[in-house]
């Protein structure tokens, strides 16, 4: 499915959002350096193709997934001010991955998505969720990597592959209730892609 016919899909499947982006305003969070291990000590950057570590994070401008508020999710995680903040309450699944939550750049003047899913029914950690849903997500895709790291305070697992001639991220952010699966989608991946470091930079467990 090339991403044309997978953005129309969505849209079908999205038509039910609801919810709103209101959330509550916080301070600029802090950059943290990547890892390429699960442990909480920072190995040097990786700059360049395909993870562009040196790419900066975008001002932090509200906080998603806190108890209360358009999207509760297991995790929580900054978006730059104005995205747009929606709970998916259709039944949006691609393979065993379903929809949580649509966070919308136009509103800011952007063009692209970042959207929470959660795996269900497979077996292991964050990265056979991860790569479940890249398979299932993107089954074109080529060039597929994955990488070990901590996202803000949390473990993760990222995927760096190439799509339609774009190189896509996700990322499966370890939480309470196991993985959260994080993708960008967009038409131009590396526009939002400050916007997708903020969420790494500043991701927390939520203990609400």
């Given amino acids: 499915m090339d991403r044309r016919t997978h953005a129309a899909a969505l849209a079908a499947l999205t038509i ?3 919810g709103g982006c209101a ?3 916080e301070p600029k969070a802090a950059p943290a350096s990547p890892s390429a291990s699960p442990s909480p000590t920072a190995s040097p950057v990786t700059p360049g193709p395909p993870w562009h570590d040196e790419v900066a994070a975008a001002p932090a401008g509200v906080t998603v997934g806190r108890k209360g508020t358009a999207c509760p999710l ?3 995680f ?8 929606e709970a998916v309450t259709a039944d949006a699944t691609v393979g065993k991955a379903t929809m949580l939550c ?3 750049a136009r509103p800011a003047g952007g063009l692209g998505f970042l959207r929470v899913w959660r795996v269900n029914g497979v077996a292991g950690g964050g990265q056979e969720h991860l790569e479940h849903f890249v398979d299932a997500y ?6 597929v990597e994955y990488r070990r790291l901590r996202a803000g305070t949390v473990d993760a697992v990222e995927a760096s592959y190439t799509q339609d001639g774009d190189l896509d991220r996700a990322v499966a952010l370890s939480s309470l209730y196991g993985p959260v699966v994080l993708s960008l989608d967009a038409p131009d991946p590396q526009e939002l892609l400050p916007a997708y470091q903020l969420v790494k930079h500043s991701a927390k467990i939520n203990r609400d």
């Fill in 78 to 85: 900054s978006v730059p001010k104005g995205w747009k903040v």
């Fill in 74 to 76: 297991p995790v929580t």
């Fill in 23 to 25: 959330e509550q305003q």
């Fill in 16 to 18: 039910a959002l609801v």
């Fill in 138 to 143: 993107s089954p074109k895709a080529t060039g």
């Fill in 102 to 104: 649509e966070i919308d």
